[in-house]
T-cell receptor
Framework: EPEVTQTPSHQVTQMGQEVILRCVPISNHLYFYWYRQILGQKVEFLVSFYNNEISEKSEIFDDQFSVERPDGSNFTLKIRSTKLEDSAMYFC??????????????FGPGTRLTVT | AQSVTQLDSHVSVSEGTPVLLRCNYS??????LFWYVQHPNKGLQLLLKYTSAATLVKGINGFEAEFKKSETSFHLTKPSAHMSDAAEYFCVVSPVKAYSSASKIIFGSGTRLSIRP
């Protein structure tokens, strides 16, 4: 069964450093998403992406964040200058969208980001 | 605005007894509703979804949920709990139908289900 994959599974970085989290969505999906879950808190929406542009973003997704689909398979989340409060589990998701009714979002296993 | 409320942060049941995880939603549109499960140190797995077809939805691992518009509820149930059901469960609302642009989904705060032997 196709699945969303994410790398790395765990990333440790120092405050102020740039990190790139990588995701490979399911191949025929058109819509891509990033969410994050701070330890002990609910899963929060960051951004959605379709047709090579951001569809929607939350207040969390400020200028420090960016997303990119550099090729036909990868979808990346970049944090330019990490802060301690960016420590969280980051989930990538994808959905078919379009005229398909199968628009549920399929989630990857997550990347645990630890900022020290 | 759309929101989802999970009424219990923690539910503990004995193995073999029924499970009830409660969820109420608020949506300006006809919502699509989902339950996701997260096992420790794992990702989010879709348990079941409601998309305006049958109001009683069956999912994986013996779980089911009933959409009740009059009560704005989408409670998750299972007749007989198994030890492997211990996990965090999230009720999720998607306010926009399929075939529209990418739509964020909104998570409830989660319910941790513990199973006593």
């Amino acid at each position: 069964e196709p699945e969303v994959t994410q790398t790395p599974s765990h990333q440790v970085t120092q405050m102020g450093q740039e990190v790139i989290l990588r995701c490979v969505p399911i191949s025929n999906h058109l819509y891509f998403y990033w969410y994050r879950q701070i330890l002990g808190q609910k899963v929060e929406f960051l951004v959605s992406f379709y047709n090579n542009e951001i569809s929607e973003k939350s207040e969390i997704f400020d200028d420090q964040f960016s997303v990119e689909r550099p090729d036909g398979s990868n979808f990346t989340l970049k944090i330019r200058s990490t802060k301690l409060e960016d420590s969280a589990m980051y989930f990538c998701a994808s959905s078919e969208g379009g005229r398909s009714i199968s628009y549920e979002q399929y989630f990857g296993p997550g990347t645990r980001l630890t900022v020290t | 605005a759309q929101s989802v409320t999970q009424l219990d942060s923690h539910v503990s049941v004995s193995e073999g007894t029924p499970v009830l995880l409660r969820c109420n939603y608020s949506s300006s549109y006809s919502p699509s509703l989902f339950w996701y499960v997260q096992h420790p140190n794992k990702g989010l797995q879709l348990l079941l979804k409601y998309t305006s077809a049958a109001t009683l939805v069956k999912g994986i691992n013996g779980f089911e949920a009933e959409f009740k518009k009059s009560e704005t509820s989408f409670h998750l149930t299972k007749p007989s709990a198994h030890m492997s059901d211990a996990a965090e469960y999230f009720c999720v609302v998607s306010p926009v139908k399929a075939y529209s642009s990418a739509s964020k989904i909104i998570f409830g705060s989660g319910t941790r289900l513990s199973i006593r032997p």
